[in-house]
């Protein structure tokens, strides 16, 4: 039945309904890289995919998506939500969804269910066939199924993982993974991606799409009502879709022909929705730090870890000249003197190059991730990406004393050692000729 107001506005279906209708699917910035991430992981055989994200954020509606791509007549997946017993619960819920038993078969022991898997991965790769096992909520896993999760990921031959397995949760997951007792699991997950809230520019447009495909326009919402709309859901779409349908219902209600931000400012205080975003949901817009105080906060992280280097922490391979910025070039020079001592070495290979501070080119990068794609794939950009991330760095900042580090980092990606021997050489030859090239570096 459709909502009293659909037919007030001229709405076809219900615009907002919180179940996840795939015809509504959007997908944001952050859904298209994670979605891209998980196909990729799953497909190139990488064992380990993490995936987290805010309650609401639209991980089950990612995952329908994926599972819609994956559904090529060669991948074999299984999906479990909400699991609950023990390791051998786990494992008989797999092979059910498998097929591998029947839920009326009396219950084996874990050695049974385990040989069963085994068996089925085998034929799986020998058929050329991928098997993928998507497990949702897994942050209220206990400690001891998510051990038997790790030791799942010993099914495999020497070229490839016979299981890939996606482990899908919020936040808390990440901080389970951080315990000491489950360590050797972290250690084993090949890539992990965290889902961000909607950017107001983004809420606009799921909002109008929404309306758009259930027959109205964009403005049954004035742009007021949609600052408000992403302000008090924190840009979380499950709360975007129940402020617009009672902002909806609202506007019928006072017989209005949109939906106005005194409305939605109402609302949101009915539903206790406060103005201050949760931990991890600070929208992409907010105030952003300004680039002089952006500059200096690199200077600083930059000058201690260029004595980190002189200490011998980790090696150097700067590539390009230093930045024009007075308090970046007096710093640039100490740290120059000091790096080119007589008996000092910048690095730890045998290649001796003269130490140029500053910030890595986007030419370099581009450089970086043609000679990843032969051994990764199209994903090769976002892998970079991921891994400076993972640094803490920024792609369009990233200090050149850090670059060997991001070579290494990117080259564990790459399972050939033959490839991995390549690249290593290729950005070899790069680093010579951006050092003995300024230009290129501009």
């Known amino acids: 039945m459709q909502p009293v107001y659909c037919a007030h506005f001229g709405l076809t ?6 179940t996840p209708d795939p015809s509504f699917l959007y997908l944001s910035a952050s859904h298209q890289v994670a979605l891209a991430q998980l196909i990729y992981g799953i497909k190139t055989r990488r064992g ?32 479990l939500c909400d699991l609950t017993g023990g390791p051998k619960e786990f494992l008989r819920s797999l092979c059910q969804d498998f097929g591998l038993t029947s839920p009326l ?17 085998l034929e799986s790769y020998q058929k050329g066939d991928n098997v993928a096992v998507i497990i949702d909520e897994a942050q209220n896993l206990s400690a001891e199924v998510l051990e038997r999760v790790r030791l799942l990921s010993n099914f495999e031959t020497r070229q490839a993982k016979l299981l890939q397995i996606l482990l899908v949760g919020q936040p808390e997951l990440s901080d389970r993974l951080n315990e000491p007792e489950l360590r050797q699991l972290k250690q084993r997950v090949a890539l992990r991606y965290h889902l961000t809230p909607l950017s107001l520019s983004e809420c606009k447009e799921y909002i109008t799409k929404r309306l758009e495909i259930s027959g109205g326009t964009a403005s049954l919402f004035t742009n007021g009502a ?28 006072l017989r209005k022909s949109s939906v106005e931000p005194a409305m939605i400012e109402e609302i949101a205080q009915n539903l206790h929705l406060t103005l201050a975003p ?8 907010s105030p952003a730090i300004s680039p002089k105080e952006t500059s200096l906060r690199r200077i600083n992280k930059w000058e201690s870890e260029v004595t980190a280097a002189c200490h011998g922490q980790f090696p150097i391979k700067p590539l390009v000249k230093p930045t024009a910025h007075p308090e970046f070039a007096r710093k640039s020079k100490t740290a120059h ?21 500053g910030f890595v080119s986007n030419r370099f990068f581009e450089s ?17 990406q991921d891994q400076i991330a993972a640094m803490g760095e920024s792609k369009n900042a990233f200090p050149t004393i850090r670059l060997t580090q991001l ?20 950005m070899s030859k790069e680093i010579h000729a951006t050092n003995y090239d300024p230009s290129r570096s501009q």
């Open 13 to 18: 279906r219900e615009p907002f309904n919180a």
């Open 48 to 79: 380990f995919v993490v995936l987290t994200g805010e309650v609401g954020t639209g991980k089950t509606t990612l995952l329908q998506s994926l599972l819609e791509e994956l559904n090529d007549g060669h991948t074999r997946f299984a999906l």
């Open 105 to 121: 078969e009396k219950e084996n022991d874990i050695q049974d269910y385990l040989t069963l898997l085994n068996q089925f991965l």
């Open 226 to 253: 949609i600052r408000i709309v992403h302000t008090r859901s924190n840009g979380i779409p499950r709360l975007v879709n129940i402020l617009c349908d009672n902002g909806l219902l609202s506007a019928y209600t």
């Open 278 to 285: 949760r931990s991890g949901l600070v929208a992409r817009e």
């Open 337 to 357: 003197r000091i790096l080119n001592t007589p008996g000092r070495s910048a690095n730890t290979s045998q290649d001796k190059f003269e130490v140029i501070p």
């Open 368 to 384: 970086m991730a043609r000679a990843l794609v032969e051994a990764l794939g199209p994903m090769a950009s976002i892998i970079i």
């Open 407 to 426: 070579i290494d980092e990117a080259s564990r990606e790459i399972a050939n050692e033959e490839m991995k021997i390549q690249f290593h050489e290729l």
